[in-house]
């Protein structure tokens, strides 16, 4: 081969080097450049819709155009992250994920309409959330231990709620009835807002809810908090208990979220997203906001928020087939 050849060969590859990235990089620019759509798969007023507005604030300054949140409540989230799996994957739609919608739901229920390891693709692991285990004000019960003992002193008299049948809120409930050994009834709803104001009235005995939306009902002793099912306490919650403390023995239980896109979504934008979310994760008011709510930024890549969900998947799968738990 001459010189001249070997010239050529190499300008060549250089050239298709760069038509190889051109339209990657075309499929980032200007992005986004209109409305961005953020499905909420449970009702207004819940922690995951809490977390996913704050978000969309702070994406919205942060690239000069409305992020907007979508609540589509409905089959433990299914009928929201359905939307999201069949939307088009250019970046303009993406899902507020939960363990629910992730990680459990496809234990549960039979005929899924969606896939979430093929349908989805991870952008960012924002937050984790812990439980708390909540009561009205009400029940004669001021400890874990009380609780227990009536629910077997009156088996079936007490209930549960939870934000959805599938969703962490109902496997926290039972997780606490397998380890506790009680009977108590589940009663699903759509979404934590109407789930607390049942307990808050009393029509329903208790409910493990995620902090950022039973919090506020706590500190004003709407409710009172019995433990939070962390490995450790909550700092604006010092003197609740976690349930190992309060006698349940290794009983850990967490909720989380994260934004996910559709599969074919480009890389390019799912990389700008995640940067972008990082970033808001990492600023000192998200973090002191968070905070307050009794969240956890995490963030990071999004092959780590991957082999999360993965994790989570495997772990929740076993507990739903030992204990036979299926979707209402």
Known sequence: MTVRTRASAALFACLTL?????????????????PVRIVVP??????????ARL???RLQAEFKQPFVGDNRAGAGGNIGADAVAKAPADGYTLLMGTTG?????SHLYKNMSYDPQKDFTPVSYTSLITNILVVPAELPVRSVAELVALAKSKPGALSFASSGAGSSTHLSGELFKAMAGVYILHIPYRGSAQALTDVVSGQVSMLFDNAPSSIGFVQQGKL???????????????????????????????????IMAPAATPRPIITKLNQAIDRILKSDDIRRRLAGLGVEPVGGPPEVFARHISGESEKWGKLIKRANIVAN
């Open 18 to 34: 760069l038509a190889a990235a051109l339209p990657a990089r075309a499929q980032d620019d200007g992005y986004p450049n209109k």
């Open 42 to 51: 449970f009702a207004a007023g819940g922690s995951t819709d809490v977390v």
């Open 55 to 57: 978000l969309a604030e």
């Open 101 to 105: 919608v992730l990680s459990i739901n």
């Open 224 to 258: 009172r908090a019995l433990a939070v099912t962390s490995s450790k306490r909550l700092p604006n919650l010092p003197d609740v208990p976690t349930m190992d403390e309060a006698g349940i023995k290794g009983y850990e239980s967490l909720s989380w979220s994260g």
